[in-house]
């Protein structure tokens, strides 16, 4: 079997197991769980927010008005190539120390790929 197939069958099982309740937390890859891989990059964007303090912010609303849920929020920084953003549970909000606006930013378009967006902070 090709390996795309492969994950392509692995996605489609999961997605079946989340139908069914049963959370992705848990999925590991031998070393780390999903769980912990989402709470790394939480402290680790929140060390580089917090550090460019002067261009990043987080808002419990996005600027339409709208969001996932009561409990989420969405944080981001403006990079010299554009704007960078996550979503996080409010549980969160504290390990963000940064300016709060009413409503975030209009979102650029920016996808997962554009995370190389951060390195122009080194620059």
Same mark, same amino acid.
């Given at each position: ?28 890859? $031998?070393?780390? #769980?999903? /769980?912990?891989? *989402?709470?790394?990059?939480?402290? =680790? ?7 460019? +303090? ?21 944080? $981001?920084?403006? #990079?010299? /190539?554009?704007? *960078?953003?996550?979503?996080?549970? =409010? ?7 940064? +300016? ?24």
């Amino acid at each position: 079997m090709q390996s795309n197939e492969t994950i392509q069958l692995l996605n489609e099982e999961i997605e079946r197991l989340r139908d069914r309740g049963i959370s992705r937390k848990a999925i590991s890859d $031998g070393y780390h #769980t999903f /769980e912990e891989l *989402y709470f790394h990059r939480m402290v =680790l964007f929140s060390i580089i927010l917090n550090q460019n +303090k002067d261009i990043s912010w987080k808002a419990k609303k996005h600027h339409d008005g709208t969001m996932f849920g009561y409990d989420s929020f969405i944080c $981001g920084i403006e #990079t010299p /190539e554009g704007q *960078y953003t996550y979503h996080y549970h =409010l549980d969160y909000w504290n390990n963000f120390d940064v +300016k709060e606006l009413e409503f975030a930013p209009e979102y650029d378009g920016h996808k997962p790929k554009d995370i190389t967006r951060l390195f122009s902070l080194l620059k």
